[in-house]
Structure formats: structure tokens, C-alpha cells
């Protein structure tokens, strides 16, 4: 059992900057993959980006390539999500999520958390 708590949401203006972090509790942390999603008013929860237990491979979503970094320290239970340039399409509330999975880009994970707001105003 994981259980997750994200922070370090707000509302920013555009071109600016932002770093969530997924505290998790728990042991198992260091065996989990992690993703970070988001969702929109109106829209259906998107894969944003997702790393794996050790840190040593990563995907994003195209839309957020080269503005979005993704990290983790197991030694800290913390997976981080860096958000640079932002844009007011990236207004969404953020999920962290959390599981041994095989398709890291689906809402499949077993553990989430209640989720951050992140506001971009132009």
C-alpha cells in the first residue's frame, strides 16, 4: 500500500515556472514506477510524463517534451515533476500515481494522489 500527496501547485503566469513533488509513503515507493497526469475542466485525465523505480528511463507526452522534467529520489520517498514555460493550456490539476505497471501511460496505476491545482494566467 502507497498512499501519495502532491504539493508546490499555485497559479504562476505564463513563461513561468513550477515544481510539484508526490510525497509517498511507505517502502514500496523504491519499486514503483511513477507517472505524473493532469486534468483539465471539461477534459479527461492525460499521461504527462513517467519514470521507473530506478530513475533510469523516462517518457513524456509530446506535449510537454523540453518544458517537463521528471525525477525521483527514492532515498527522500519524492518523485518531483519540473514544469518550465508554462502555458495556460497547462492549466489542469496534477495526479501523481504510483504501481508496478506495464503501460505507464494509462490511468491504470493502483495508488493516486488527491491531486494539485496548477493555474496559468496569460
Known amino acids: 500500500q502507497v498512499q501519495l500527496v502532491e504539493s508546490g501547485g499555485g497559479l504562476v503566469q505564463a513563461g513561468g515556472s513550477l515544481r510539484l513533488s508526490c510525497l509517498a509513503s511507505?517502502?514500496?515507493?523504491?519499486?514503483?514506477?511513477m507517472g505524473w497526469f493532469r486534468q483539465a475542466p471539461g477534459k479527461e485525465r492525460e499521461f504527462v510524463a513517467a519514470?521507473?523505480?530506478?530513475?533510469?528511463?523516462?517518457i513524456y507526452a509530446d506535449s510537454v517534451k523540453g518544458r517537463f522534467t521528471i525525477s525521483r529520489d527514492n532515498a527522500k520517498n519524492t518523485g518531483y515533476l519540473q514544469i518550465n514555460s508554462l502555458k495556460p493550456e497547462d492549466t489542469a490539476v496534477y495526479y501523481c500515481?504510483?504501481?508496478?505497471?506495464?503501460?505507464?501511460?494509462?490511468?491504470?496505476?493502483?495508488?493516486w494522489g488527491q491531486g494539485t491545482q496548477v493555474t496559468v494566467s496569460s
Open positions: 511507505g517502502r514500496a515507493f523504491s519499486t514503483y514506477d
Open positions: 519514470i521507473g523505480w530506478s530513475g533510469r528511463r523516462i
Open positions: 500515481a504510483a504501481d508496478q505497471i506495464s503501460s505507464w501511460t494509462r490511468n491504470e496505476y493502483r495508488y
